[in-house]
T-cell receptor, first 114, second 112 residues
Framework: DQQVKQNSPSLSVQEGRISILNCDYT??????FLWYKKYPAEGPTFLIS?????DKNEDGRFTVFLNKSAKHLSLHIVPSQPGDSAVYFC?????????????FGTGTRLTIIP | DGGITQSPKYLFRKEGQNVTLSCEQN?????MYWYRQDPGQGLRLIYY???????QKGDIAEGYSVSREKKESFPLTVTSAQKNPTAFYLC???????????FGNGTRLTVT
C-alpha cells in the first residue's frame, strides 16, 4: 500500500518557467513532509520541508505548499534552471516519529529543457 | 569535508554468497540508516541505528544484518537468505531523530 504517491513519473519544463511537482498521501498521521533531490549516481539531498502547522514554506526558488484537507503537497521551482534536472522524492512522517517512520514516494524525474 | 562514504560503488556477487556493504560517516551523527531503492519504488528502510551498539529492523530487514560497533560505521551484510538482493543500496545518517537525512552516494549490488 503506497502511502505516499507521486503520480507523475516524469515532467519536462522549459528553462525559466515554473516546475510543479505533486505528491499525495493517504495516512492522516503524517504531519511532517520533506522533499529530496537526487542526481544520477548520487544519494538524495535534502531540499525543503514543511510541518502541518504551516501551509507554505519557501526557500529561495523552492516553495512547498501543503493542503491538509486534500492530503496533497506540491513543490514549486521558480524559475527552473538546467541544474534542477533530477529526480525529486517526496517523503512523509509524523512529527512525533523519527526517521524510521519516513515514507518515500516513488519519485518524479524533472527535466529542464534549455 | 564531512559526509557519508559508501564503498564500493558497484558490487557483483554470485548467488548464495554473503556480501558486506560499507558505510562510514564523519558527520558525528548519532543515527544511521540503510535503505534500498528498486526501480519504480520509493526508498525502503532496511535497518537503522540510533546509537552505538544498538540497531532496529526496518520495513524490509529479512535477509539482511547490520552492526554498529563504532559511531562512524554501519556496515550492511546482504545474506544468501535475501531473495532479491540486486538493488541500489543507500546509507544515510541524521544528527538526531527527526532531522533530515544525509545520504551517501549508494552502492549498486548485482547478484547473478
Amino acid at each position: 500500500d503506497q502511502q505516499v504517491k507521486q503520480n507523475s513519473p516524469s515532467l519536462s519544463v522549459q528553462e525559466g518557467r515554473i516546475s510543479i511537482l505533486n505528491c499525495d498521501y493517504t495516512n492522516s498521521m503524517f504531519d511532517y513532509f520533506l522533499w529530496y533531490k537526487k542526481y544520477p549516481a548520487e544519494g538524495p539531498t535534502f531540499l525543503i520541508s514543511i510541518s502541518s502547522i504551516k501551509d507554505k514554506n519557501e526557500d529561495g526558488r523552492f516553495t512547498v505548499f501543503l493542503n491538509k484537507s486534500a492530503k496533497h503537497l506540491s513543490l514549486h521551482i521558480v524559475p527552473s534552471q538546467p541544474g534542477d534536472s533530477a529526480v525529486y522524492f517526496c517523503a512523509a512522517t509524523g512529527a512525533n516519529f523519527g526517521n524510521e517512520k519516513l515514507t518515500f514516494g516513488t519519485g518524479t524525474r524533472l527535466t529542464i529543457i534549455p | 569535508d564531512g559526509g557519508i562514504t559508501q564503498s564500493p560503488k558497484y558490487l557483483f556477487r554470485k548467488e548464495g554468497q554473503n556480501v558486506t556493504l560499507s558505510c562510514e560517516q564523519n558527520l558525528n551523527h548519532d543515527a544511521m540508516y540503510w535503505y534500498r531503492q528498486d526501480p519504480g519504488q520509493g526508498l525502503r528502510l532496511i535497518y537503522y541505528s540510533q546509537i552505538v551498539n544498538d540497531f532496529q529492523k526496518g520495513d524490509i530487514a529479512e535477509g539482511y544484518s547490520v552492526s554498529r560497533e563504532k559511531k562512524e560505521s554501519f556496515p550492511l551484510t546482504v545474506t544468501s537468505a535475501q531473495k532479491n538482493p540486486t538493488a541500489f543500496y543507500l546509507c544515510a545518517s541524521s544528527i538526531r531523530q527527526g532531522s533530515p537525512l544525509h545520504f551517501g552516494n549508494g552502492t549498486r549490488l548485482t547478484v547473478t
